[in-house]
């Protein structure tokens, strides 16, 4: 069992930055495989970025490449996105999840991943 709990939205002018947490409680973080998915407003959820257990491999969808990044902290058992150039398209619920870490996992898949936190606002103003 891993419980998650994100933070660090907010409102935020097009071209400016934020940095989201996500904490991790409850099982070993480091055999866990991370990720960002979002959610706007009558959308469907979808894929923003991804760590895989050990940190060294990150992935990304194309419309946040550049913009970005993903990174974990194991000994803290947090992971972080940070954002900069934020577009208003990039409005959405900014979701941690986690998978426990196979060799078959696909990122950008949210079916695989086991836990989720509750969310964290994202808006961004034109």
């Known amino acids: 069992q891993v419980q998650l709990v994100e933070s660090g939205g907010g409102l935020v002018q097009a071209g400016g930055s934020l940095r989201l947490s996500c904490a991790a409680s409850g099982s070993t973080f480091n055999a866990y495989a991370m990720a960002w998915f979002r959610q706007a407003p009558g959308k469907e959820r979808e894929f923003a970025a991804a760590i895989n257990w050990s940190g060294d491999r990150t992935y990304y969808a194309d419309s946040v490449k550049g913009r970005f990044t993903i990174s974990r902290d194991n000994g803290k058992n947090t992971v972080n996105l940070q954002m900069i150039s934020l577009k208003p398209e990039d409005t959405a619920v900014y979701y941690c999840?986690?998978?426990?870490?196979?060799?078959?996992?696909?990122?950008?898949?949210?079916?695989?991943?086991?836990?989720w936190g509750q969310g964290t606002q994202v808006t961004v103003s034109s």
């Open positions: 999840a986690a998978t426990y870490y196979s060799t078959n996992w696909h990122p950008e898949r949210s079916h695989e991943y086991d836990y």
